[in-house]
């Protein structure tokens, strides 16, 4: 049974990070190079995602300034590495290091800003760049719908043209099926509108995006856009307005037009809906879990859990590559 398969109706906070959490607890945990991880959040969601088997934390930042804010919030780190650095650049430029150097499967934002971290993976001397356009999936558990849908990009790519697009919707079809959460996603490219029209842009690159997939550049998925939200993921709103596809009504992945549009949609989520979102970015050598000092603890366990089951997903075909 994949990750996001529930009981008909069920719409419990929590249930569909139940199974993700479970899944996660149920593998080898990854290494993971947490970057400066100075404040209470970061390090206890890294020592919560520890203590549940989740990852295996290497603490890099100030050692002083670590071990200050861990003794002045009662968490125990005595069992992880840490290597210090002076200051948060350093840190995230280490952290890249470790990752060459095969000290990590996986990089965890501590309390650094995201494009501190993110330079120094983007970089083009050193980084951990690949041919994909590094981009970020919310991993949403939204009671009232019954599959965990992701939203994407909402933290990255702030006005992705055509081929930006295209990496972005590979990502997380890939995310999607490497970390067990079913087979085929439905894949819904949202506009204001679902019909194609010269007025709004977003809808021709939904169009070509369709047509990128039929022609096998985009693979692993099933692609319908444009759509409106609302007949992406209602199929009584996708009826009324006479859509017929196996997407429309019961979309599992939702490609927003740009950043700002899906953050809104993100924290509309979070906020009115009462979901819980996990963040990770994809495209780069290894997956990086991104956190915000508003994240849940559960939150953060659920973005931990997600990029191990990757992490997993890419060292077994590693090692089916190499025997």
């Known amino acids: 049974m994949s990750i ?3 009981e008909a109706g069920e719409a419990r906070p929590g249930a569909k990070y139940d199974r993700l959490i479970a899944a996660a607890k149920a593998i080898p ?3 993971t190079i947490v970057v400066h991880p100075c404040d209470e959040s970061s390090l206890r969601g890294a020592a919560d995602a520890a203590e549940a088997g989740i990852i295996k934390p290497i603490l890099v930042g100030p ?4 071990k200050g804010a861990a003794s002045k919030h009662n968490i125990d780190i005595s069992g992880f590495e840490l290597i210090d650095t002076p200051h948060s650049e350093a840190a995230a430029a280490k952290a890249v290091e470790l990752i060459h150097a095969a000290r990590g499967e996986m990089l965890m934002k501590g309390s650094l800003h995201t494009d501190e971290l993110m330079r120094s993976v983007t970089a083009k001397v050193g980084g951990l760049r690949t041919e994909r ?3 970020h999936v919310f991993v949403m558990d939204v009671p009232a719908y019954s599959e965990t ?3 994407t990009d909402a933290a990255i790519n702030i006005f992705p043209d055509l081929d930006a697009k295209r990496d972005i919707v590979q990502n997380a079809i890939d995310l999607y099926t490497q970390a067990g959460f079913g087979t085929l996603p439905r894949v819904a490219i949202l506009s204001a509108v679902e019909t194609v029209t010269s007025k709004i842009p977003s809808t021709i690159e939904a169009a070509a995006l369709c047509k990128m997939a039929d022609r096998g550049q985009i693979t692993g998925g099933l692609l319908d856009g444009p759509l409106a939200f609302d007949n992406a993921i209602d199929k009584e709103a996708a009826r009324i307005k006479g859509i017929k596809s196996e997407v429309a009504g019961r979309a599992q992945i939702l490609l927003v037009p740009d950043l700002e549009s899906g953050n809104m949609l993100a924290k509309n989520l979070t906020y009115f809906a009462k979901a819980d979102g996990a963040g990770i970015v994809l495209g780069a050598r290894v997956p990086v879990v991104l956190t915000s000092r508003a994240d849940t603890p559960r939150s953060r366990m659920a973005s931990c859990a997600v990029a191990t089951l990757y992490a997993n997903a890419r ?3 590693a090692q089916t590559a190499a025997a």
């Open 63 to 66: 050692a002083a300034k670590i």
């Open 149 to 151: 849908v992701f939203i």
């Open 315 to 317: 060292r077994t075909r």
């Open 4 to 6: 996001s398969s529930l």
């Open 29 to 31: 945990s990854a290494a």
């Open 133 to 135: 356009r590094v981009s």
